[in-house]
């Protein structure tokens, strides 16, 4: 396979509209058709790649495994021309003025999928493909995190800040009966000896409250999360965030727009993520222009954990699946790395796998309620837990609709695969600080405590409430690596 200069990722965001067969249409008519890319906010210009390129175009849906060449007669950047409305698809010409730059092709057609070219082009959606990347040997050096005092990561969950919040803000000044949950937190944390032990925190999504990231509200999170991580000794960098249907919000209640054009905007300006790779910026340092979906490896005292940070909160092509959480291929292709790293670790500690995100991978309420937004699990949960389980992820941490449970997952083989899948703990971290009414009844705010060494890692929840009394254990020191037989 001829390699290209230049690699275009896509995906089918508006249902029932075909992305391809749209722009063959195009062609068909007028010879040439005009593909659009479609920038990420947080992505460069990259003017010097619409420099009149003439030359073999390759077009990757990494989801589906779909693979598509197409010739590129010219090309230009926005700031030098714009295409006539005819020779862009429908179902995008009122947001010519929006895309960045344009390719001009002549033909499209499906090819052979490559996953060398799915390697190159990543989670990004415009790339040069340099032939060094493919043969740059796999570095982890870099992503090493030297915590090698301390054993445990805390697990925070749902936290809600602002209207949905059930602790103390800093507007509630005359609420005497309430404490700031950073308080409460720290006061349990110490009770139970955790403090000096906590190497690193994970928050499994909705930080805030209907994609509530005003200054004060912002301002307040991060205050509280540094208050947090000052009073535990655990560096800004080592805090890590997967967003929540409520940080990245989707479908706002009072945006009267089309459907089609809430999911063109969306992917066009990827808006819905901005405010919230803002606020991680600001509090980790972690680059608003870094993937959201990544690994890490923390070498702890006793331990080496790769831990895996995805988002689960991709923009869905229907209104009633908003609810829905869905990863997909950059996710997955995470995984592999993880299990890249879990492979060349040294071996005089154990290592574990953790991956972490928002969203369910299997259900958490005894009888789900229905309603007209859906059920609210991972809809590629089978998949993601199918390729963590082979990768070597022992535990996944998630949150959402505010229920703790602890479960185990294990697929097993046909006769005719040899897959080397294990078990994998799943946590669902309930909610650590949202309101009780948005909680049911016999569900109270809640935080985990992961403590790993040579035997295993080990799970400590607890209960926890606005008034600091009266906590208690869900689970104490209850080791997750248990074999199913």
Not at 161 to 175: L, W
Request: proline residues 2%.
């Amino acid at each position: 396979m001829a390699t290209p200069r230049i690699i275009i990722r896509f995906r089918n965001v508006v249902n029932d509209i075909d992305t391809i067969i749209e722009h063959q249409k195009v062609i068909e008519d007028k010879d040439f058709v005009s593909w659009g890319w479609w920038k990420k906010d947080h992505e460069p210009e990259n003017i010097h790649l619409f420099r009149d390129v003439k030359a073999v175009i390759y077009i990757i849906n990494t989801e589906e495994k779909k693979l598509y060449k197409g010739y590129c007669k010219s090309s230009f950047h926005k700031t030098r021309n714009k295409p006539t409305g005819d020779e862009v698809p429908a179902y995008y010409r009122n947001n010519i003025e929006r895309v960045e730059g344009w390719f001009n092709l002549t033909e499209i057609e499906e090819v052979q999928y490559s996953e060398d070219i799915e390697n190159i082009i990543g989670q990004r959606t415009l790339a040069l493909n340099i032939k060094e990347q493919l043969d740059q040997e796999f570095s982890i050096n870099e992503d090493y995190e030297d915590l090698s005092s301390k054993n445990s990561i805390l697990h925070l969950s749902d936290l809600h800040f602002g209207d949905d919040h059930g602790y103390k803000q800093a507007q509630h000044v005359n609420d005497l009966g309430a404490k700031k949950f950073s308080e409460i937190l720290i006061a349990d944390l110490e009770v139970c000896d955790f403090q000096r032990d906590i190497a690193a925190i994970v928050i499994t999504g909705d930080l805030t409250t209907q994609g509530d990231w005003s200054q004060n509200t912002t301002e307040y999170i991060i205050s509280e999360l540094f208050e947090i991580s000052e009073r535990l000794g655990v560096n800004k960098k080592n805090i890590f965030i997967c967003p929540g249907n409520h940080d990245v919000l989707r479908y706002k209640k009072d945006d009267d727009r089309t459907l089609e054009q809430k999911n063109v905007d969306s992917q066009l300006e990827q808006r819905h993520e901005r405010d919230f790779r803002l606020f991680v910026e600001d509090l980790t340092g972690r680059s608003r222009k870094d993937d959201l979906d990544y690994t890490k490896v923390l070498k702890l005292k006793k331990a080496n954990v790769v831990l895996c940070i995805l988002n689960s909160c991709r923009v869905a092509a229907e209104a009633i699946w908003t609810e829905y959480g869905y990863v997909g291929e950059a996710g997955v292709s995470v995984l592999k790395e993880a299990k890249k790293h879990l492979d060349t670790l040294n071996c005089s500690k154990p290592a574990f796998g953790l991956m972490s995100l928002h969203h369910h991978l299997l259900p958490v309420n005894a009888i789900d309620q229905l309603n007209s937004k859906g059920v609210s699990l991972t809809i590629d949960a089978v998949n993601l837990l199918d390729k963590a389980s082979c990768s070597g992820i022992n535990i996944a941490l998630h949150g959402h609709q505010h229920c703790s449970r602890v479960a185990q997952y294990r697929k097993f083989n046909y006769e005719f695969e040899d897959n080397d899948c294990s078990p994998i703990t799943i946590v669902s971290g309930g909610s650590s600080g949202v309101h009780q009414d948005r909680r049911i009844e016999s569900m109270k705010n809640s935080y985990s405590v992961i403590t790993f060494d040579h035997e295993g890692a080990h799970l400590s929840m607890r209960e926890i409430n606005r008034e600091g009394a009266l906590h208690r254990y869900l689970f104490k020191n209850e080791n997750l690596m248990v074999k199913l037989i």
